[in-house]
């Protein structure tokens, strides 16, 4: 396993982070008789992953409270992430927040709290100022930030700090490539990506669009005609597939999984600090983490760049995968 610096903080993280929205939130995922939330969590930590990354929103906090079982007797050894919903981003509702998560978890402090999405609830100082006195009470030890592009970020950094900022960011969604990720190392935060491998779509789980379970195609990606989508777009679901359907041929040329091809091109992105994976069974992750000591090299890198500009092109700037530029909520 590698380990880079968390933006300014003294945390050393692996490189493969574990998601754990997958392990507390079955209706989005859909259930799995085989998953076990307890094996595949001995198995990130087994190989090296010491970063753990939930929220209060995954599955109604269930997703906190399956992790802090897991973790138990191996919390000195890891450092959890959390988030707070924007609803409660007002200083009375922040702390509750806090404390509600820390109870799920059964922690008595997280390492990374991160602000969830943008805001306009209440002032961002006032908020950042609640955090600092959350952190001064060893409740939390660092605060980050989640979907916040330029600027959202340059508000935010007027009035407070930050050590990372959590992006949506994959071959098949480059668009934090434009603006995101470059303020993000103006800041000198380190970058926490999301959905890496978009949520299934670059597994070969799928051949066609319509197996793609309805949640899961509610992206710009798919046409405004999909159920569950509010984009109003006509979607990119051509480009989509054709994208997929070559970098599929090129793994199969160069002898690497679609997995392991797609997250080892993504720890090897400028500004990347960790790649959030999410697995229920440790099977899953610990082929995942292959990826981790994958070096695919510059020229395949160069190749997978240019059979993903397309859809990149495409896709635009916009980093809200789900709403329209009118609408976006990452700015």
Same mark, same amino acid.
């Given at each position: ?34 998953? %076990?939330?307890?094996?595949?969590? *001995? ?6 992953? %010491? ?23 191996? &919390? ?19 702390? %509750? ?48 930030? *989640? ?68 949640? &899961? ?12 989508? &509010? ?42 600090? *960790? ?42 700037? %916009? ?9 976006? &909520?990452?700015?």
């Amino acid at each position: 396993m590698i380990y880079r610096k968390l933006g300014t903080s003294d945390f050393n993280v692996s490189v493969i982070a574990f998601g754990a929205w997958q392990i507390g939130d079955p209706e989005f995922w859909g259930l799995d008789k085989d998953a %076990n939330p307890n094996d595949a969590v *001995s198995a990130a930590i087994d190989g090296g992953v %010491n970063l753990f990354d939930t929220a209060e929103l995954y599955g109604g906090g269930e997703s906190e409270k399956v992790l802090g079982e897991a973790l138990k007797g191996k &919390r000195d050894d890891v450092y959890i992430a959390s988030k707070v919903a924007t609803q409660h981003c007002t200083p009375d509702e922040v702390r %509750n927040a806090c404390e509600a998560s820390l109870q799920r978890l059964g922690a008595t402090w997280i390492d990374l709290y991160q602000i969830h999405w943008p805001f306009d609830s209440a002032l961002f100082e006032d908020v950042y100022a609640e955090l600092e006195k959350l952190k001064s009470e060893g409740k939390i030890r660092e605060i980050g930030v *989640s979907n916040f592009g330029p600027r959202n970020l340059n508000a935010w950094m007027k009035t407070g700090t930050a050590v990372s900022n959590q992006v949506g960011y994959n071959l098949l969604f480059r668009a934090p490539e434009y603006d995101m990720i470059p303020a993000s190392r103006y800041y000198n935060l380190g970058v926490l990506t999301y959905m890496p491998l978009m949520q299934g779509l670059l597994t070969g789980r799928y051949e066609s669009i319509d197996e793609i379970p309805m949640p &899961r195609r509610r992206s710009r990606h798919f046409s405004c005609s999909r159920e569950g989508t &509010r984009h109003g777009e006509p979607g990119h679901e051509e480009v989509l597939m054709d994208t997929i359907e070559d970098l599929f041929d090129f793994s199969d040329a160069i002898g690497v999984s679609m997995p392991a091809l797609c997250l080892s091109w993504l720890i090897a992105q400028p500004g990347v600090t *960790s790649v959030i994976v999410g697995a229920r069974k440790a099977d899953q992750l610990i082929e995942n983490l292959e990826a981790a000591d994958l070096n695919i090299g510059p020229a395949a890198i160069a190749q997978i760049n240019e059979i993903s500009f397309p859809l990149k092109v495409t896709m635009g700037g %916009n980093c809200d995968m789900w709403e329209p530029d009118e609408n976006s &909520r990452i700015q």
